[in-house]
Nanobody
Framework: QVQLVESGGGLVQAGDSLRLSCAASGRTRSIYSMGWFRQAPGKEREFVAAINWSGDSSDYADSVKDRFTISRDNAKNTVYLKMNSLKPEDTAVYYC???????????WGQGTQVTVSS
């Protein structure tokens, strides 16, 4: 099993930046990719970004491309999501994910709330 713990969420204003972190523990050798999903109130969960183990391949949802950057530190078994130019529509619970697929969806964290006020 793999455990994922997110941190870094909070309340910010539109245009601000925020960085989310996700630390993985357990059977981390089984992880090929890590990523982020989000779920806004009343909406379905959606893919945000993913990165492979070596960090040389990543993917983003169109809605966050050019504003969000995903990165990882394998020495710390941690993945980051740097979010710039935040918009009210980015308000959601953000979930860290990990697994062997693309995008990863086998293991999920508990989620961290991001609220962007206008």
């Amino acid at each position: 099993q793999v455990q994922l713990v997110e941190s870094g969420g909070g309340l910010v204003q539109a245009g601000d930046s925020l960085r989310l972190s996700c630390a993985a523990s357990g059977r981390t050798r089984s992880i090929y990719s890590m990523g982020w999903f989000r779920q806004a109130p009343g909406k379905e969960r959606e893919f945000v970004a993913a990165i492979n183990w070596s960090g040389d391949s990543s993917d983003y949802a169109d809605s966050v491309k050019d504003r969000f950057t995903i990165s990882r530190d394998n020495a710390k078994n941690t993945v980051y999501l740097k979010m710039n130019s935040l918009k009210p529509e980015d308000t959601a619970v953000y979930y860290c994910t990990a697994g062997g697929s693309w995008p990863p969806d086998k293991y999920w964290g508990q989620g961290t709330q991001v609220t962007v006020s206008s």
